[in-house]
């Protein structure tokens, strides 16, 4: 009897015995490719790691930029207008800026909104505690958390000091060489913006490894250089941030 | 040895529990940990008491089935299973503390049994190749390389014992579930079903209310079976190439 086995098109094949009734089918309508990536856990992880990745790219471009300010303010000033005039005369005057702006809104939300489904699907996954716990178990995790939330509010933070400038008092617009030595000569600029880049340094020496993990290139063979890669890139671009403040700190700058 | 155990007691599903206290003596260092529990059972039941309920079977670290946590550890100190781990890895006048497996997807049975029947709805998903049955083929029918094979062998080895899930901060099965997917989709007797048994065997794993993975890496350090880390990666390689093949439309 051929046709003893043959499977209800309707119904998946490879389903198993299940002890569970199943739950009734709806109509058969094919998932969209990115619907059922955004719903399942692994996913949804490939897309915290992609928009970390883009916003990672863009901090590295961001921090070679900042370095220009160790050149003195004539230099800093014109880069900070050629930023605007990329692209011309293809593109209008700050097109290229708010292009890079809008893929990096679309980053941050998507990242943050993954970050922020994720964690309370994990959390809810172990109700219930230990009574003892193994020593220094989900520290990566509480840190990525908690770190994650420091960059978030340090982002608008940084958007109101240096780009806006509306909280940066002694600003002038036009002027990013000047703004930049106004905040930091204040306390508060250094040290919001010292441990925001000390958490960033965090954030990335485990975030660029475990985008790699998530994105499937993780292998036991070369776990190793993959972690010691992370950790450089996460020194170099949290030791090139903080050069500025430092170089302001100490006179270098002003 | 003399030993005090704080050990979990529950007395059904959606009964309260709480941590209690025994006062064990006359353990022997060459005592596995289920044979210690067995002469407290003993003791127990001598003096007319509930004995501890906990899961075991083969006793020599191949059924999986004989999973606590012990100190804040799946299956205690050492790299095996709490029937392969035995007392002298304790000293004399320790506390001892002894929990059931912790996650939202196994629930406690009773004490430190709970049910794992969510690991077989997962493999029911997916973890399985279809193959003509009737005489057995001959072992040379399908070549398969020497490394396919060696990585093949070592994600067969996963027992299924949960420690994984027990271990992960976010109760995650994706050491478990990778190790399912790695063992048949690097196989050649496993390619019919490549791109469908990965998105079927995530989708079940999801269902299930297992958490994500957050790459802590708490699942390989207590799996017995050294399932690496690096597996789950695999998976995620494999899942998201089938949904870029659009897998999905295979199926059914
Ligand atoms: C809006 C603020 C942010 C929040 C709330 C946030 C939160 C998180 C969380 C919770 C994770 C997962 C950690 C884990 O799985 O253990 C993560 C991963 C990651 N983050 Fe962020 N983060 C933020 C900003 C950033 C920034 C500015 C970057 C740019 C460098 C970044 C790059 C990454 C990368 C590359 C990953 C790895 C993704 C993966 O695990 O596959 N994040 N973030
Ligand atoms: S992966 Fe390891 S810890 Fe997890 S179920 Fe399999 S054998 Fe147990
Ligand atoms: S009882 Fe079978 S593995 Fe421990």
Redesign the interface.
Known sequence: MALATRTD????????????PEPPRKPAR??S?IG??W????????VMAVTGLVMLAYLAAHMFGNLKIFFGPGEFNHYAHWLRVIGEPALHYEWFLWLVRVALVASVVLHGVAAYQ?SR??????????????QG?????RT?RWGGVILGLFVVWHILDLTTLTVNERAEPGHPYQNVVATFSTWYGNTIYIVAMLALGAHIR?GL??A?????????HR?RALKIASTAVAVVLAGGFISVPIGVMTGVVS | MRLTLRIWRQRGPEQPGAMTAYEIDGISPEMSFLEMLDTLNEELILRGEEPVAFDHDCREGICGACGMVINGQAHGPERTTTCQLHMRHFSDGDTIDVEPWRAAAFPVVKDLVVDRSAFDRIIGSGGFISAPTGSAPDAHATPVPKPVADTAFEHAECIGCGACVAACPNGSAMLFTSAKVVHLNVLPQGQPERESRVLDMVGAMDEEGFGGCTNTGECAVACPKGIPLQSISMMNREFLRASVKGGGRNRG
């Open positions: 098109p309707e119904r998946p094949a490879q389903k198993g015995p299940r002890q569970r094919r998932p490719l059922s990536v719903r399942s856990t692994v996913g949804k992880k490939a994720l699907r994990d959390l809810a996954a172990r109700p219930r505690k230990y009574a003892r716990r193994r178990a989900s520290y990566a995790t990525m485990h490894w475990s790699i993990q998530t994105l499937g290139a993780g292998r036991p776990d």
